[in-house]
């Protein structure tokens, strides 16, 4: 396969490059706009209780349910006649724009619920028909038509729809800014790299061509299921990120191999079947483990399969069939030392040390090589000093919390949010509803009035009462209670709380387990924000083991697959889940407990959205399991040329050492700036997992890894007699010699290799 891609760079090339530019022409233009067809809940389980109850309250009691809400402010009273007619005619306006229904509001119903302790405010509630992107188009309709002074009053735009609506504006304008912020420091770290602009600007090229390639996919799926808005982050992150990381591993392959061979056609030859065999493995990898959160019946985390999985694909097709295409056109202009720049560093450097790695067989030399024989030599101290340190820096995550985000993740200059936590403050005079009961059609009096006593007699429930609205379609009296006539439509109540109990704190959610409990809740169904957080929490439970076994499962059979060894999978899994302990870590004391949050700019809330970590960690897995790739095939490629371990890890650290550090640095330095973002979650997931990535490049992969391939020696190479066989039928193996032209060996004469074999994988003259 390889060789055929090669062989298709090489003799077709502009036909590729034209195919590609078409291509990515046609996705920039399909692709754009993409965010403002992109959902920003999807934190549910849509077959979950809790749902099911949502669905029969938005179908028979929308008011109660409302996702859109007029926050008005008057002058005076809102009871007084002043404000009471311009109040009426504003529900009425509301009410007779296309697509709201169940609107209720202060001035149709003067309840207490409805109105400010202080008497300034009152709220009109709707509901809106429709999916996510109907509700989206309402709330900018409603936001033209309401927003600002109204009939001497002030309206403010506030509720879930306009909440959404924010998020989505925030992440469109906060990655257009970090894109303008990653695109210059990256072309900086990428032309110190390689000392020159041409081969600095192919990565940054192909990233760009992902990161659109796939927006246009995105855009093609919002015709078919719901895709979250966070989603966009993780394409710009690993679409800059990895495709950066596969083109700078495969730019610099090149290089090398065109000082090896000085023959254009036979570099790109012997850079497919080298950098492009370890960009393959790298890119089924991290595609595995992001794919795991497919199984995921909450769409949030479902859409960071979508998205991860499509760049990646983009990333290595790009890397592996247009990048060689243009690495055979421009040639001997990328060769080493051709830029001014390059002229500049060798003036300035010292003498070249001895070239790593000889033709007599000698060690190999340089910084990473020395660094490495220091690390294998001290194992114990530094498998056990590093491995605890890491295992120290996840202590905080036994603390965590889960909740779900509400509007307090927008910044907090957003004027929607202001409205928010202005209802919040002023309209709360008692309890809040913290769950919503479903009784069947049909419920007779006895039915209701045992669920009711019986829920009441869970400590800190205050009173349980049909919900809003319900109350003039009714025509039996249980109690104090009015409810639906039985055979008509289910019966809903709803619960209140105590006042001191938040509706996202462990209480609350105890107390929805609690009402579940009840002998009488076989005649009910729960739902409400509690038990949705209930809900969401044991859905990601039990679904979690089977993610974990997708991701590390593939990453064993993937390494196995690569190596031929059952130890290095064991090794590789253990030491990329030991670059995750600091993310998991720092997300609960940074983002939990609030540490830095002034720092930051964003609002702790006590407790982290249920969904993130399981993102954050499938993510920082696959990007772990992308570096581990990359010095994992280069110590198997110099593992067979020696023989020797050590001096396999050795020489695979020093070629491969400063691509993982610059690769982590720049998709560090991107996820830092879409952390830079003002969404809290999307700091929690930007700076999380840059972390992440920072703590496996820096301190696993040039620490742990080494330390823990001594420790095993020459075990490390280990595979029981069956595996090793099937490895010898379906491993990913090298192929044979390239078809280079030898240097002449008599006047006039040269030998070539048949032209049928692949390329040799040896990367220097002197390996040769």
Known sequence: MFNHIAALATRRPRLLLAVAGVLIALCAVLGSGVESRLGAGGVTDPDAESSLVAAAVEEHAPQAAPDVVLLVTAPEDVSSPDVAAPGLRLTERLAETPGVEGVSSYWRTPVSALRSEDGRHAVVAARVAGDEQAVNEAVADIQDQFAGER?????????????????????????????????????????????????????????????????????????????????INLTTALGLGLAIDYALLVVRRFREELVATDDVATAVHNTVGSAGRTVLYSAITVAAALSSLLIFPLYFLRSFAYAGVAVVALSALAALLVLPAVLTLLGDRLRPGRSWLSRRRRAAAPPPAPAAGGTSGGPTVGAWASWTRRVMRHRWVVALTVGAGLLILALPFRGVAFGEADFRQLAEDSPVRAAQQLLRDEFTSGGESMATLMLPAGSDTDDIDAVRDAVLRIDGIDDVEPVPGTGASVSTVVGDLVVPAPGEYPVLLTVTADADIPLASARAQEMAREIRALPEAENFSVGGQPATLVDSQDSIGSLLPIALAIAIGSALIIVFLLTGSVVLPLQAVLANGLSLTAMLGAIVWVFQDGNLAGLLGFTPTGYIDTTVPVLMACVAFGLSMDYGVFLLARTVEEHRRTGD??????????RTGGVITAAALILATVLIAIGSSRIANTQMLGFGVALAVLVDATVVRTTLVPAFMALTGRWTWWAPGPLRRLHARIGWHEEGPAPVVAPATAAGTTHETPSDRVPVLATTAEER
């Open 645 to 654: 371990l050590r001096e396999a890890v050795a020489t695979a650290m020093q």
């Open 151 to 231: 009939d001497g009053l002030d309206v403010a735009v506030i509720g879930p729809g306009a909440v959404y609506a924010e998020l989505q504006a925030t992440i469109r304008e906060d990655l257009a800014r970090a894109e303008l912020i990653v695109l210059p420091i990256t072309l900086v770290i990428l032309l110190v790299v390689f000392g020159g602009f041409l081969a600095a600007g192919l990565p940054l090229a192909v990233g760009l061509a992902s990161v659109m390639g796939t927006n246009a996919i995105l855009m093609g799926l919002t015709l078919f299921t719901d895709v979250s808005v966070f989603s």
